[in-house]
């Protein structure tokens, strides 16, 4: 194709053509998306021994041998026995809470706990011993409870019993937990492991457990300390004071059970 000026007389410059060349659309192979990996050996048993029902299956066993270790140890040797000469003062005391806890988590009653408290410490340091332990053996239950039983626990929440009594935990902690330790009825590992099944909170428990069992605790530590002289006024008090939480629980549970049946 010639330019315009070859008409006008001018020297002809030759413009060369547009060739329009057509899109090539080059067929780009994406990367294939790698297969998923089957999880190795080692996963599928972390999975298996972190899943909830060997979690608990891991608490009911260390709760068994707990229970056999204090049937062989014999913890009530210590009311008769007392503790070695070498240990006195505020490390007996130490001792003994720690003691005392331990031996809630592995179901030992608490009845016999506050009385050696009071027999082996007095009144006051035993009240303080057999009060460290209450709060100490609560708070590992409840932590044992929750890491090792919540998960497989919860789904099986399905009675009317049980659901009311989760409602109860989970909604009113402190207040449901405050009586159920001013008013013995519930026994105390039960207690523990329900409110760690329930959504309540660690701190509203063990607040309500160290303030709902300072009644209780001081009328057995000061049964205990007085034990010598069982006709004194001291010793009569505490047994009443034993009494009567224990027929007014009663007296509450019977009327939470008719009302649960009205349902």
Not at 90 to 100: D, F, G, P, S, T
Not at 164 to 171: G, H, P
């Amino acid at each position: 194709m010639l330019d315009a000026s070859t008409r006008s007389g001018g020297t002809a410059t030759a413009s060369p053509r547009a060739v329009g060349t057509p899109d090539l659309a080059l067929a780009v192979p994406l990367p294939a998306a790698p297969a998923p990996h089957a999880p190795g050996p080692a996963a599928r048993w972390a999975r298996a021994l972190l899943s909830p029902w060997s979690r608990l299956s891991l608490l009911v066993v260390l709760l068994l041998s707990a229970a056999s270790v204090m049937v062989l140890f014999e913890p009530q040797r210590l009311l008769t026995d007392g503790f070695p000469s070498r240990l006195g003062g505020a490390a007996a005391v130490v001792l003994y809470a720690v003691a005392y806890g331990v031996c809630t988590v592995a179901f030992v009653p608490r009845p016999l706990l506050n009385l050696g408290a009071g027999a082996l410490f007095g009144s006051q340091l035993g009240l303080g011993a057999a009060l460290a332990g209450t709060v100490l053996g609560a708070g590992l239950a409840f932590c044992l409870g929750r890491a090792l039983g919540q998960d497989a626990l919860r789904p099986l929440l399905r009675g009317r019993w049980l659901k009311a009594a989760d409602w109860q935990l989970s909604r009113h902690g402190f207040r449901s937990m405050l009586a159920t330790r001013l008013f013995p009825g519930v026994p105390f590992a039960a207690a523990n492991y329900c409110a760690a099944v329930s959504r309540m909170g660690l701190l509203p428990f063990l607040l309500a457990t160290a303030l709902g069992s300072i009644p209780n605790t001081a009328a057995y530590a000061v049964a205990g300390a007085r034990a010598s002289t069982p006709t004194s006024p001291a010793f009569l008090i505490a047994l009443a004071c034993i009494a009567v939480p224990g027929l007014v629980g009663a007296a509450v549970a019977w009327r939470k059970r008719r009302q649960l049946r009205g349902r």
